[in-house]
């Protein structure tokens, strides 16, 4: 026997719908390529991604049609997102800090059918395009009046005029909520990047699940400025997720430094924010050196990579920001975990709420997680035990675009995230290391992450990276490779000294060395296999 309820498919463009319907007067504010501040409402908005779909019909773009972006997070963007995936087209957003051969290549392995690109990436584009194998038309996201001079792009739209005589009247089919509805490429640090095809279903549940009060929070009340890139996995939901609510979106285009993200949260009136930790170290320095307060924000969600402890204790301290830890990944849509801790530990000694914090939190319902050993066999959720993270669950991939890397699932169905990881009896997960950087120092294992986040609080360190270099006794030794801020002094006894009470002793590293820069993945990530490289041939004094 089966409900007698009704049975309406989860459609993305049922977002933009409710928002312009309930939350209509609601402002999307950008901060636009050309340089100047945006205002629309929801109600503009909708009007205009109707607009886009008609522009696509209009152009022979099909069900399952692929339309790649080349852009940054913005109103236009934004409209594309549902006008792109209400027709029943795919969304590719493309990160465009990529190398231009693996731009190349995911554009080609995508098959995209049309390009749509910010008019500061065109000339890039304009160079890569003879590379491209299916893409018709590229369209500059920006009116006649800024297109770029001298451009030599055949086939070449403008967005404005595309859209300008379409009656934005369209009608959003209903069709099946499996739907693909958009693309990401993981930033892999070997090999080819590969796609992850979400559905209208799993995006769907991803946005309701970031929105309860114990993952993001969201509501008609918040004001969200996502950092984090809409071509880093779809800014990590924020503009599906914040529609759903009403919240009011704020979009920063393309300056991420810390000048411009402050004047925005500022004038805009920002609660809620999103981003990896190198943004807010940028954003941190600049208040710092200009003796500033933010006078709204409440919550600052760090992913991507491990937040250090001195920067979620700065932004409590010094800014009354409560910073929420967060964990996922492209393959994930992304939210795995976020950090609120229970009422029961808001009562802790500060260090130990501190330690809490430094998890990467709890999964929201939706996602399914445990640790197991070398052997596939379940460890306990003591936060003692790590091993190797598997998850499941609605927004979870079951396999990559075009069946690359095969069938990734192992033991009825839990995805293999290439993380190590502690989950503790209340739930809490904490990433250890990713399994690729875990150093395995005479058969015991030693977490890079924390040797990383202990060495990020001396002050004079800007930034940390931690690597295992071959030892002929212990197998792996770690290194501690060194950024300095800018006219700060430490050498390698004092900064062994400083991490002395604070890792184990044998966790201590056998050398330091400082560089001028760490290099970093497109998408902010410590590019490890660039320091391995760098220093395959590094012998340890200890050796």
């Known amino acids: 026997m089966f409900g007698l309820m009704q049975d309406r498919p989860l459609l993305i463009q049922q977002l933009i719908e409710h928002a312009a319907q309930y939350h209509g007067d609601t402002e999307i504010v950008s901060r636009r390529v050309e340089g100047d501040i945006h205002r629309y409402t929801y109600r503009d908005a909708r009007v205009r991604a109707k607009k886009v779909a008609e522009a696509l019909v209009s152009l022979g773009i099909k069900t399952g049609d692929r339309i790649g972006t080349l852009a940054w997070n913005g109103y236009r963007h934004f409209e594309l997102y549902f006008g792109i995936s209400g027709i029943g087209a795919v969304?590719?957003?493309?990160?465009?800090?990529?190398?231009?051969?693996?731009?190349?290549?995911?554009?080609?392995?995508?098959?995209?059918?049309?390009?749509?690109?910010?008019?500061?990436?065109?000339?890039?584009?304009?160079?890569?395009?003879?590379?491209?194998?299916?893409?018709?038309?590229?369209?500059?996201?920006?009116?006649?009046?800024?297109?770029?001079?001298?451009?030599?792009?055949?086939?070449?739209?403008?967005?404005?005029?595309?859209?300008?005589?379409?009656?934005?009247?369209?009608?959003?089919?209903?069709?099946?909520?499996?739907?693909?509805?958009?693309?990401?490429?993981?930033?892999?640090?070997?090999?080819?990047?590969?796609?992850?095809?979400?559905?209208?279903?799993?995006?769907?549940?991803?946005?309701y699940g970031s929105a309860l009060p114990d993952t993001l929070g969201l509501s008609a009340r918040s004001v969200v400025l996502p950092v984090v890139p809409m071509f880093h996995v779809n800014a990590w939901g924020l503009p599906y997720s914040g529609p759903m609510v009403g919240a009011k979106l704020v979009f920063p285009g393309p300056h991420l430094d810390g000048k411009s993200v402050y004047e925005l949260f500022e004038t805009e009136k920002v609660t809620f924010t999103a981003g990896v930790p190198t943004v807010w170290l940028a954003l941190l320095n600049h208040m710092q050196a200009n003796k500033l307060k933010l006078s709204t924000l409440k919550y600052a969600v760090i992913g991507g990579s491990a937040a250090p402890p001195a920067m979620i204790t700065t932004f409590a301290k010094e800014y009354g920001v409560e910073v929420l830890h967060a964990w996922g990944m492209s393959e994930m849509s992304p939210l795995g975990t976020v950090n609120h801790p229970k009422e029961k530990h808001l009562s802790l000694p500060e260090d130990e709420l501190l330690a809490l914090r430094l998890k990467q939190g709890r999964p929201p319902f939706g996602v399914d997680m445990k640790i197991v050993d070398d052997a596939g066999k379940a460890l306990p959720h003591d936060g003692k035990a790590f091993g190797d993270l598997l998850v499941r669950g609605p927004w979870i991939t079951r396999g990559y675009f075009k069946g690359e890397g095969g069938d990734p699932l192992k033991d009825g169905g839990w995805f293999p995230t290439g993380d190590v990881a502690t989950i503790d009896p209340d739930g809490y997960m904490q990433i250890t290391d990713r399994s690729k950087d875990v150093i395995k120092s005479g058969g015991e294992w030693i977490s890079s992450i924390d040797l990383e986040n202990a060495a990020m609080a001396h002050p004079a360190v800007a930034e940390a990276a931690v690597i295992g270099v071959a030892h002929p006794k212990w197998d792996e030794r770690p290194l501690l490779i060194i950024h300095r801020k800018p006219g700060a002094e430490v050498t390698k006894d004092e900064l062994v000294k400083f991490l002395s009470d604070k890792v184990a002793k044998w966790w201590l590293p056998d050398d330091v060395q400082f560089v001028d820069a760490i290099p970093h993945t497109a998408t902010g990530k410590i590019l490890k296999t660039r320091l391995r490289e760098d220093f395959k041939n590094y012998k340890l004094p200890t050796a």
């Open 91 to 207: 969304c590719h957003t493309i990160n465009p800090r990529l190398f231009p051969e693996q731009i190349v290549y995911i554009v080609n392995h995508a098959e995209d059918q049309l390009l749509f690109v910010d008019i500061n990436l065109l000339p890039a584009v304009e160079k890569l395009l003879p590379e491209f194998k299916t893409v018709k038309h590229v369209v500059a996201m920006c009116d006649r009046a800024h297109l770029p001079k001298d451009l030599k792009i055949p086939n070449l739209l403008v967005y404005e005029e595309l859209i300008a005589d379409k009656p934005g009247t369209y009608e959003w089919p209903e069709f099946d909520e499996r739907t693909a509805s958009s693309l990401c490429y993981t930033s892999g640090t070997t090999g080819n990047p590969k796609g992850v095809l979400y559905s209208h279903r799993s995006t769907m549940l991803h946005a």
